[in-house]
């Protein structure tokens, strides 16, 4: 699980999302994203591993994690190519808060 960049070429919308799935080891992308918008799906034109902003470690111990993601947003499984039209939500199965 990674942390992506995304724009829709048509909308000019741009989105991060934290349920990026790729190959393990990879950057390869396994699931796109929908547009919120358009509906169109992406890949993201740019992908990162979630680190904790404090320590920028994987894992960590840090007492006091800063994230440019709220771990309490609820995941839009709407939108998720992972996800969307299952009974199970990406964040029910699997989430980045239990990597960091």
């Not at 547009?35 to 994987?58: A, F, G, L, M, W």
């Not at 840090?62 to 995941?75: A, G, L, N, Q, S």
């Amino acid at each position: 699980q990674k942390y992506g960049y995304y724009h829709c070429k048509d909308c000019n919308i741009r989105w991060e999302s934290a349920y990026v799935w790729c190959v393990q080891g990879t950057n390869k992308v396994y699931f796109r994203q929908f547009c919120r918008t358009c509906q169109k799906s992406y890949n993201p034109y740019h992908v990162e591993d979630i680190t904790c902003q404090s320590c920028k470690q994987t894992r960590c111990t840090c007492p006091v994690k800063m994230r440019h993601v709220d771990p309490k947003r609820p995941h839009r499984q709407d939108l998720c190519g992972r996800c969307k039209g299952k009974r199970l939500s990406c964040d029910s199965t699997f989430s980045f808060k239990y990597i960091i």
